[in-house]
């Protein structure tokens, strides 16, 4: 019988998938998860599995942070496992998208930031046809949510993204 110390497993990677709706976060996300065999993290997706009623906003939003909270405390296992953890949150501003990162490299792991970026009629030509699609009506968005959020969504700049391991502004 062979005994000593296991050899550490090196942390993982932390991807972070920024941007408004409509702009492909989602799109992104499932392909590097498809392409770097990684573990995709979606509240969205969540959130629709366990709400009551899918037409209850007060309740979607509430369920928000808590559900988030979860999903990043399991990234930070699967990250010090060793794993490619994505993170599709929207991650609106650099502060939210630094803390994300600080937890990660706490750990040693790797962080990556994946910004998708479309111009404002873009998005809403995008949400409009996903609110007629969509089978589940939990995440149907109005013109004038999009307008609210259009002012708040803080677009990494060069200097964030040189922070990073990797990154890429997708623009569509």
Known sequence: MRTGKMAPVAAGTLILVCGLPG????????????????????????IEQIIADPHDTVERDRLR?????LQY??????LAKGFTVIL?????????RSLYAMGA?????????????APLEE???RISRR?????????????????DAWPRYEPP???ELQFYDDWSVVQV
């Open 131 to 147: 609110n007629e699609e969509l089978t589940n009506k939990t995440f149907v968005m109005t013109r004038q949510e999009l307008d």
């Open 157 to 159: 700049q060069q200097e």
């Open 88 to 96: 599709g949150y929207g991650f609106w501003s650099e502060e939210e």
């Open 65 to 69: 942070d808590p559900v988030e909270d």
């Open 123 to 125: 998005l809403w030509r």
């Open 23 to 46: 702009a492909g976060k989602t799109t992104l996300a499932r392909r590097l998860e498809a392409e770097r065999g990684a573990i995709r993290l979606s509240p969205d997706e969540w």
């Open 105 to 117: 490299l706490a750990l040693g792991a790797g962080i990556e930031l994946h910004s998708c970026e």
């Open 73 to 78: 405390e399991l990234a930070l296992t699967w």
